[in-house]
Each structure stands twice: as structure tokens, then as C-alpha cells.
């Protein structure tokens, strides 16, 4: 199912655009808060050396983005690592697509309607969406907020596609649902729940979602470049999951009115960010957010994918440092945000892995796939920790071989991720997705079961199995 990944007070600034010698620039905004330097050097050593790993990272083809650090809301480092200078000042100033970040604007709408008596976070989803009246028993707005309802993602629903309306989102609930988990029993990333957030946020506040947001939200908060893109969402349009653009600065208002509690009191945000109990496996997502101690301190984050484009946000609430993250293409956000607060604390830092799906692809092109398959294996045994092998790289590399019409070498790929990544759901879901494009209906068949044994709530598994048992019987 995954394819491949398609800087106030007290502080000096100096802003400057550098051509380095493999023409990469940099179009930075470097705070120099002087009551703050460190013992490890100065401010300005400290983003030179933020500065450096982005640009190692883009000479990999691994980054092109922009990067907000600060602390206790003043910028301590402000920069955007890209081919040319207009490339670089763009991804500065340019709103770009957020993705999932949305989902924490859609939790805070979801918590202030709760402080206003509109809602309350035990409600059964079905008290405010009466057609779920009878299909999500026992769901309410908390297993929603921290994806813990059951209800599966909008690709294992079989409605991730552009355009689909929230009478979609409805109707393969009401289809599927004797097939899902019982709420409260597993945390799974649902972006369908979130969609139904949007919808009781317009139910519970009696006015669209997004005029909720512009209201409520972001004039308050003076977020200028932060809105719907492009442009207000209409009725029976999905929205609550994704689909706000943002930049840098506008989500450093954002941290900032969120360490001062200006949108909710101080009580709300913090039994917010406490993580949902589950009964099966661990979970580390509260309302909106990501939740875990690090280094001692409460770190909370959330990453966003959607377009070809790539968020992030980090705030540690002891420290208040936070990092904001807007890339082009494919990062290592979160290896990028822990290297960064360890440069911030002059400790040796873990350079971000490199994408080993990015390099099987680069030496295909040129050698083939055997010669790329062997130096995964070569490189696999020798830098297990340069590259990343995770289950959705060669997942991936399975995809563009597909995505350009080359099967028979696809399903290699595939069935060497199912051998690495045995207790996969997904991987043996796309397994299946390759050999069933290939006519191969009875392995397809033996690759989707294995994935619905693995994941019963895999809704597309499911789906297909049905269809290619129907074929074979006819």
C-alpha cells in the first residue's frame, strides 16, 4: 500500500545567502540571543553546524526544505536549504502544504468546543453524526482524537483518492464496520477519524470547519499564511485530517500560543498530551499529538506527508525548544529534529540515515536491478545504520518498478520485502497488489490472506481477496 516517497527580543539577527562549491544555497535568519551562548560555542557555530548537516543531507538528494529552531519562542535558527536563491527564499516565505500537522488545529477546535460545553470527549461519535447511530458502537470523540476507534485509514477503507466527500467516509463506515476492531483496543493512525472530527467540530459549533479555524484560531493567533488550500473547503468536503498550508513562521505562532496557553487553559493542553491506554500494544498519541519523555522532558511532535511535500513540529515543554521542519520530497524529519537538539547541547549527533530505496533506485537506472539488489544486500551488512532499511523502502522501490510497467521485476522487490518484513501486513498487501496486476490470481490470493492474518482490520486486503475469490469462482 505505501509508494515510494513521491528565526524578537534580545536577539541579533543577520541574514545572508551563501553559494556553496556544489551550488547549494542557503537563505538564512540566524538569532544570536547572547545571554544564551553556549559553552560549546557560540550561536552562530551552533547553526553552521545545523546548516552543514542539511547541506550534506541535500548533496544526498535527502533534504530541500526550510528549518525554524527556537527557544522559548525567539529564533535561534531560520534557514532553507535549496538549489538557487529563489528556490531557497521561496520555501521560506511560500505556504506549503502541512498535511497531519493539521490534525493538532483540529484537536484544539475539538478542546475548546469541549471548554465552551458544545461537546465532551466521552460523547459516542453517533450523538453528533446520527448516521453512525447504530454502526460505531461504543466509539466516542476520545478513541477519534487518539486513533484508537478502530476505525481503519481512508487507503484501507478504499476511498483514498482526490476529491472523495465526506458521504464516502460515511458510506464505506456504515459497509465495513462489522470488520473493525473494537474501540479502545489498539492505537492505528486513522485519518478517517480525524474527518469525523471535522465533521462534529461543524455539528457541535453550528458553523463550517474551516470558518471555525479562521475564526477561532488563526486571526487570533495573526497565522496570515496559514489556510485551506486552495481556498475554503465546501460542504460535504473532507477536512479535519489535512489540507492546510503553512510556513515556518506562521507555525512558530503556533508553538508559541501553545506554551502560552492562549487557546485553551493550561489544565486542557496538559490532560491533552496525556497518550491513550490501550489494551493491546503500546500507544504514544494524546489529542492531536504525539506524546513521549525525552531526556527527561515531555517531547510532543507530528510529522505531515501529502503532495510530494513533507512537516514537522517538535516542542520539548521543559527546555521550550522547539523545531519546525518544511521539506520538498521525501526527510528524515525526525533524525533531523533529534540531531538538531543535540547540536543544541554540543553532544555528538547520529547523522540522519540515508534512504536506501533512493540509492537501489539511483543504481537501477543505471545498472539494473540485479546490481541494485546486491548492493542493498553489500550495503545491508556493511552501513546498517547509514541507510534506512525499514519495510517502506524496498516497498517503495516495488512501486516505481510497477509504476513503470515493469511487473515480473516489481514482484521481486516485493517478495524480497515479505521475506525481510515476515509479520508485515502491508508489505504482503502490496505483495498481493503486484502479482494481482500480473494475473498471478492464486498467489495474489495466498499474499492478501497472509496480510488479513496479519491485520484483520486490513480493510484492503479484504476487499481484494473477496474480488479475486469471486474471479476464480466464475
Same mark, same amino acid.
Request: no cysteine; charged share 25%; aromatic share 6%.
Given at each position: ?20 562549491? +556544489? ?16 559553552? %560549546? ?29 527556537? !527557544? ?6 531560520? *534557514? ?9 527564499? @521561496? ?10 500537522? &493539521? @490534525? ?11 471548554? #465552551?460545553? @458544545? ?5 459516542? +461519535? $453517533? ?7 447504530? &454502526? ?28 472523495? %466527500?465526506?458521504?464516502? +467516509? ?27 472530527? $471535522? ?7 453550528? #458553523? ?32 479535519? *485530517? ?39 500494544? =503500546? ?36 527546555? #521550550?525548544?522547539? +523545531? ?7 526527510? !528524515? ?16 549527533? *547520529? ?5 536506501? $530505496? #533512493? ?26 545504520? !547509514? ?5 517502506? =523502502? ?12 515493469? %511487473?515480473? =521485476? &516489481?514482484?521481486?522487490?516485493? =517478495? ?52 479475486? @475469490? %469471486?474471479?476464480?469462482?466464475?
Amino acid at each position: 500500500m505505501l509508494t515510494f516517497p513521491h528565526l524578537h527580543q534580545g536577539v541579533t539577527l543577520r541574514a545572508f545567502t551563501s553559494w556553496l562549491a +556544489v551550488g547549494i544555497v542557503s537563505w538564512a535568519w540566524i538569532g544570536v540571543p547572547m545571554a544564551q551562548a553556549r559553552q %560549546q560555542g557560540s550561536a552562530t557555530s551552533v547553526a553552521e553546524t545545523i546548516r552543514q548537516m542539511l547541506v550534506e543531507l541535500h548533496e544526498h538528494g535527502e533534504f530541500t526544505g526550510a528549518v525554524l529552531v527556537a !527557544r522559548d519562542g525567539a529564533v535561534l535558527y531560520r *534557514d532553507a536549504i535549496a538549489s538557487t536563491p529563489d528556490e531557497a527564499k @521561496k520555501l521560506i516565505v511560500t505556504p506549503t502544504t502541512i498535511a497531519s500537522l &493539521a @490534525k493538532g488545529f483540529t484537536a484544539m477546535a475539538v478542546m475548546m468546543l469541549a471548554e #465552551r460545553g @458544545k461537546l465532551g470527549y466521552d460523547d459516542a +461519535v $453517533g450523538r453528533h453524526i446520527p448516521e453512525f447511530a447504530d &454502526a460505531l458502537p461504543g466509539v466516542t470523540i476520545r478513541h477519534l482524537l487518539t486513533h484508537t476507534s478502530g476505525i481503519p485509514d481512508v487507503g484501507d477503507l478504499g476511498i483514498d483518492r482526490p476529491g472523495v %466527500q465526506e458521504r464516502d +467516509v460515511v458510506a464505506a463506515i456504515r459497509t465495513n464496520h462489522a470488520h473493525f476492531a473494537r474501540p479502545g483496543i489498539r492505537y492505528r493512525y486513522s485519518n478517517t477519524g480525524y474527518i469525523l472530527l $471535522g465533521m462534529i467540530v461543524e455539528s457541535a459549533s453550528q #458553523r463550517a470547519f474551516d470558518q471555525f479555524l479562521q475564526t477561532e484560531i488563526l486571526q487570533p493567533l495573526d497565522m496570515r499564511s496559514t489556510r485551506p488550500d486552495p481556498g475554503p473547503r465546501g460542504a460535504g468536503e473532507t477536512k479535519g *485530517d489535512s489540507g492546510l498550508v503553512s510556513t515556518v513562521d506562521d507555525l512558530l505562532k503556533w508553538d508559541r500560543a501553545l506554551a502560552a496557553n492562549t487557546l485553551v487553559r493550561a489544565e486542557t493542553l496538559t490532560n491533552a498530551l496525556v497518550p491513550a491506554k490501550v489494551a493491546e500494544g =503500546e500507544s504514544a498519541y494524546a489529542f492531536g499529538w504525539n506524546v513521549a519523555t525525552r531526556d527527561g522532558d515531555t517531547y510532543m511532535w507530528h510529522t505531515g506527508n501529502a503532495q510530494g511535500q513533507r512537516a514537522f513540529i517538535g516542542r520539548r515543554l521543559r527546555e #521550550r525548544t522547539t +523545531v519546525i521542519i518544511l521539506t520538498r520530497g521525501n526527510s !528524515r524529519r525526525l533524525e533531523i529534529a533529534d540531531a538538531i537538539v543535540s547540536i543544541l547541547h554540543g553532544r555528538p549527533y *547520529d547523522p540522519p540515515p540515508l534512504s536506501i $530505496g #533512493r540509492r537501489v533506485v539511483a543504481i537501477m537506472d543505471t545498472k539494473g536491478l540485479d546490481a541494485a539488489l546486491a548492493e542493498y544486500e553489500r550495503l545491508r551488512a556493511a552501513q546498517p545504520k !547509514r541507510y534506512d532499511f525499514s519495510e517502506p =523502502e524496498l516497498n517503495g522501490v516495488g512501486y516505481t518498478l510497477l509504476d513503470r510497467g515493469r %511487473q515480473a =521485476e &516489481a514482484i521481486r522487490v516485493f =517478495e524480497l520485502n515479505v521475506r525481510q518484513f515476515p509479520k508485515s501486513s502491508n508489505a504482503f498487501d502490496s505483495f498481493g497488489d503486484a502479482l494481482s496486476r500480473t494475473g498471478r490470481r492464486d498467489e495474489a490470493i495466498r499474499a492478501y490472506s497472509r496480510a488479513l492474518e496479519l491485520d484483520p482490520a486490513n480493510v484492503n486486503a479484504r476487499s481484494m481477496l473477496e474480488k479475486l @475469490k %469471486q474471479a476464480q469462482a466464475r
